[in-house]
Each structure stands twice: as structure tokens, then as C-alpha cells.
């Protein structure tokens, strides 16, 4: 089939390596550049948390996310990255004064899902046997079958392999008006396909109902003083701060969560609570180097999940929220098993 896709952000390039594998010709629409310059993929952390998001989160993200760490390796190995994945574990620590902070988040998780018995207390020893460099911190949880995917990686290693096959042509920089029954629609013209997808996240704001934007932001630190391996979380009451490590002692950090579909710089109240929460979790990161301060906004539905729309030769794809990585894999598969393309 020859099937058109609006919206080449990070659901877009997992449907389009889906739907190659499957033998379909591919026409690309998006407003971005081809290499997702302004895309929440590129901001992204790509953190596969599938366990820490459960204090907030509902069991189909849950079940969603087992499934989407399960269909990543294939994914990264497709596009000649299979080193682009870990899943070694993640750690969740705090101040001795959030130590009850915390215990709760723990047995939260544990109430929730069985699998979450896995979930190991670590004394100090234990933890400097896991990451010898968080040293300052005296008590601290493992979550086992965690992980990451490397956003930015993926986002250039999967621009780089989708204009570069012979069954995908890719028009950048174009808005597109409208998306109905088998067509695409821009400037002026509307171009049909066998079938289209919508994936356009906040783009299709005029056409999806009560889909928004919630804000986020990280810093890109370059922390020679520090060698931490695994994605690690600290929890307080006002923030929980994440912190991924990257190759050659880079790190991505983040914690707001904004309900604005506002992409400006970073506040100084943001910057000043996200540089001092990582300064106290190592303080190595005294002497780090900021690299990068991103902003962007993650679109979001009423209920903050996903949903897959299918209409007459048009399935729409969006909602995923802050869990775009977590998700993006197991929700596409969804769409396409859906009988659309058999």
C-alpha cells in the first residue's frame, strides 16, 4: 500500500519503521525538519520507567510500557543502533529527610502490580556495589527491567535511515491543512493515499478534541566529576528529579512538569530548583558544563493517555503524554493490529 503519514515526530518514525518492515511505500509530511529539530522526541530523556511512573500512572501504561521495552531492541537494531538501548535497572533515592517520601512511593508501586516485588532496598553498600559514585546517599530502591533508549540517537540514526530508503519520500517543512478519508491535505492541494495516519501530536490540536500541551524541560550537562551508569531518580515533595546518563559523562536532567503549551526559555525559578536538586544528589555536578537548556510541550489528552482513533482509511495516533518513549512502540503495534493494514 502506498499510505502517507502527517507528523514525523517520534510515533511517526515508529510507525514508519513498522509499517517498511511490512512492505508499504511511505510519503512523510511534517512541519519540522527531517531531523525533528523542535520535536519532543529530541527533548526527550527516553526513559523506560516503566515501574516509577505507576504512582501516577494507570496499568495500561503499565502493561503498555512491558511491551514497548520488549519491541525496542528490534526497533534500534533496525535503524543500525542496538547500542542506543539499555536495560540494566534504574535507582530512585532521596534526602535522609524524604526517606518516608520515599518508603510511600515504594509501597505504592508494590500495591499496585506484583512485579513490583522485584523492587530491591539497598543499603549503602549495596548501592556502591551498583554505582560506586553515589557514594552520599545512604539508602536507596533498584528497579530491575528499567532502562533507556537514547532519544537523540534514535531521532538521527531513524532520520538518517528513513530519507535514505527507497520507499519513503519526505516533504519538510510543510503544514499540513487537513487529514480526512485517505488524503492529506496541503497548501491547496489534497494528495490520496491507500490509507493515512495522523501523528501530528499537538499539530492535530484542530481536529482532536481537548488534546493539549504540557510543558517540559531538561538541561544537557557534560559532568566530568561524575560516573553515574543508570537512569536515577530523587524524590522530594516539591519535584522528583530524574538524571540519564548519556555517553562520554553526559547527563539529561529533568522535573517540571508545566500544564502550559508555552515553549519559551527556561524560568530562573526552573533553572535554579533543577541545578541545585542535582547539585545536592552528586556533588559533582558543581563543575558540570550546561550544554543545553530545552523547552517543549508533550501532547496530552483529558485522561493523560493514549488514544488510537480509526476512521475510513485514517487512524489518528496521539496522547502520549510525558511517555512518549515508554509508549510510542507498544501503541503503534496496537494500531496496526488492529486489522487496518491486513
Known amino acids: 500500500m502506498h499510505i502517507g503519514i502527517a507528523g514525523v515526530g517520534l510515533v511517526g518514525r515508529v510507525l514508519a519503521l513498522n509499517l517498511l518492515r511490512q512492505g508499504h511505500t511511505l510519503t512523510l509530511f511534517d512541519e519540522d525538519t527531517a531531523y525533528g529539530d523542535n520535536a519532543a522526541g529530541m527533548t526527550a530523556a527516553g526513559m523506560l520507567a516503566v515501574f516509577a511512573e505507576l504512582e501516577t500512572a494507570e496499568s495500561v501504561i503499565f502493561e503498555h510500557g512491558k511491551r514497548s521495552i520488549a519491541l525496542w531492541p528490534d526497533l534500534l537494531e533496525q535503524i543500525g543502533i542496538a547500542d542506543a538501548y539499555q536495560q540494566e535497572g534504574s535507582i530512585i533515592t532521596a534526602h535522609p529527610q524524604d526517606y518516608s517520601e520515599l518508603d510511600h512511593f515504594i509501597e505504592t508501586l508494590k500495591a499496585k502490580v506484583d512485579e513490583a516485588s522485584e523492587i530491591e532496598l539497598l543499603d549503602k553498600k549495596a548501592l556502591m556495589q551498583l554505582e560506586p559514585d553515589m557514594e552520599q546517599h545512604a539508602k536507596a530502591f533498584f528497579i530491575p527491567h528499567e532502562g533507556q533508549v537514547d532519544a537523540q540517537r534514535f531521532m538521527k540514526a531513524s532520520s538518517d535511515y528513513l530519507l535514505s530508503h527507497p520507499k519513503v519520500t519526505w516533504h519538510q517543512k510543510i503544514k ?158 496496537e494500531a496496526l493490529h488492529g486489522g487496518i493494514l491486513k
Open 176 to 333: 499540513v491543512d487537513e487529514i480526512k478519508e485517505g488524503q492529506i491535505c496541503f497548501a491547496g492541494v489534497c494528495e490520496p493515499f491507500d490509507w493515512v495516519f495522523d501523528t501530528r501530536g499537538l499539530g492535530a490540536s484542530e481536529q482532536i478534541e481537548n488534546l493539549r500541551g504540557v510543558r517540559g524541560e531538561v538541561f544537557w550537562l557534560d559532568a566530568p566529576e561524575v560516573n553515574i551508569t543508570r537512569p536515577t531518580r530523587m524524590l522530594h515533595p516539591r519535584y522528583k528529579i530524574y538524571i540519564v546518563p548519556r555517553p562520554n559523562n553526559r547527563y539529561i536532567i529533568g522535573a517540571t512538569e508545566i500544564e502550559s503549551e508555552d515553549k519559551s526559555p527556561m524560568s530562573v525559578r526552573s533553572s535554579l530548583e533543577l541545578l541545585s536538586a542535582v547539585y545536592s544528589m552528586h556533588s559533582g555536578f558543581a563543575e558540570a558544563r550546561i550544554v543545553n537548556m530545552v523547552t517543549n510541550c508533550r501532547p496530552t489528552l483529558k485522561d493523560n493517555l493514549p488514544a488510537i482513533t480509526q476512521e475510513k482509511k485514517l487512524t489518528r495516533i496521539n496522547g502520549l503524554y510525558r511517555h512518549g518513549y515508554l509508549l510510542a512502540p507498544a501503541v503503534v503495534e
